[in-house]
């Protein structure tokens, strides 16, 4: 997209110095989201180039010897303190870390948008898009991807994701490294390679299909490493607990990029997080009993509706409706509200 909007405009801008009609076509071109990977690379460049406190330690100085020499004469304004040079050098430390201190955690609190490009679905939908280094991604629904804004590092170059992601790695020149992190205490490191991700607040399973890759979980004080072949799956469990087995059919594990839902000796209260996770609806087995069942098979569903429907004909349910979810009853029982 065009940049009609100079880099020394948003500079004035940022410092507070832009004239009305400057900051008015500043305000405009902000309203539009295609500037606002522009814009982020302009604030950081203009917060590294534009410290927010910059003492003035000649007028300081005169200020403070035109105070020692009042008091050495018996000359004391009314009304007005003196202050003595070291209580003078205290309460300018006090502003100036305050200051510093301010400036750091407004620059921790905004760092994610300043240095990541975020890639992100809604509910429901599915998007897929290369990076710059020519791997290939596909996002699942409800998920987020987080890339480095100025580019990768030389050494590594790392994605951080919530949510299920499918990659396809480009090889580079240098074996540069590519890792996906889902947490402090678990990421995913290859060397090009074809894989699927899938990290929710209920686990995180890894499928490999081509190429080597190696697992790094486990908190920092007691981290393991696991290399996978292509084939295998492994899934760790909120606890920590891991699962590993082969994987019967590639397609099975990145389904969801059809829009099906492949289902294996599936529980229903698993059926219903995958309904959470994908369409935002939430949706509760109406007892341990329901709960407890299983389902096997390859069904299409492009919204939630389509998915109850196949539940409901599948396992002889009956949908009942509450305020801000679904509950999922047998056809033979009679549900009554609590």
């Not at 300043?114 to 429901?124: H, S, V």
């Not at 409800?142 to 396809?168: H, W």
Request: aromatic share 10%; hydrophobic share 40%.
């Amino acid at each position: 997209m065009q940049q009609n909007i100079p880099k020394h405009t948003l500079f004035e801008y940022l410092a507070g110095r832009a004239n009305p009609l400057e900051k008015k076509a500043v305000e405009e071109w902000l309203k539009n989201t295609e500037n606002a990977a522009f814009f982020h690379r302009c604030l950081y460049e203009w917060e590294m180039q534009s410290p927010q406190y910059q003492p003035d330690g000649d007028t300081a100085f005169t200020q403070l010897t035109d105070r020692i020499a009042q008091y050495e004469s018996g000359v004391s304004p009314a009304r007005e303190e003196i202050v003595s040079p070291s209580l003078w050098n205290w309460r300018t430390w006090q502003f100036a870390a305050s200051i510093t201190i301010l400036l750091a955690v407004g620059a921790w609190l905004f760092r994610q948008p300043i240095l990541y490009e975020q890639f992100k679905t809604d509910f429901g939908q599915t998007t897929s898009f290369d990076l710059s280094d020519g791997s290939h991604v596909t996002l699942n629904a409800n998920s987020l991807l987080l890339v480095p804004r100025f580019g990768f590092d030389d050494a590594v170059r790392e994605v951080i994701l919530r949510g299920e992601a499918e990659f396809s790695v480009e090889h580079t020149l240098t074996n540069q490294r590519f890792v996906v992190k889902t947490s402090d205490q678990f990421q995913v490191e290859v060397l090009g390679t074809e894989f699927s991700v899938f990290a929710r607040p209920r686990g995180t399973r890894v499928a490999l299909s081509k190429g080597t890759i190696r697992l790094d979980y486990g908190k920092s004080s007691q981290r393991k490493n696991l290399l996978m072949k292509p084939g295998e799956s492994v899934t760790l469990n909120p606890e920590g607990h891991f699962t590993r087995q082969r994987v019967t059919e590639k397609s099975e594990e990145t389904a969801w990029k059809e829009h099906r839902f492949a289902f294996d000796n599936t529980p229903l209260r698993e059926i219903c997080a995958i309904i959470a996770e994908n369409f935002g609806l939430i949706v509760r087995p109406g007892g341990d009993g329901i709960a407890a069942r299983t389902i096997t098979g390859n069904f299409k569903a492009e919204t939630a509706e389509e998915l109850l429907a196949v539940l409901v004909e599948v396992l002889n349910l009956q949908i009942k409706k509450e305020k801000n979810h679904i509950v999922l009853m047998s056809q033979e029982t009679i549900y009554k509200p609590l």
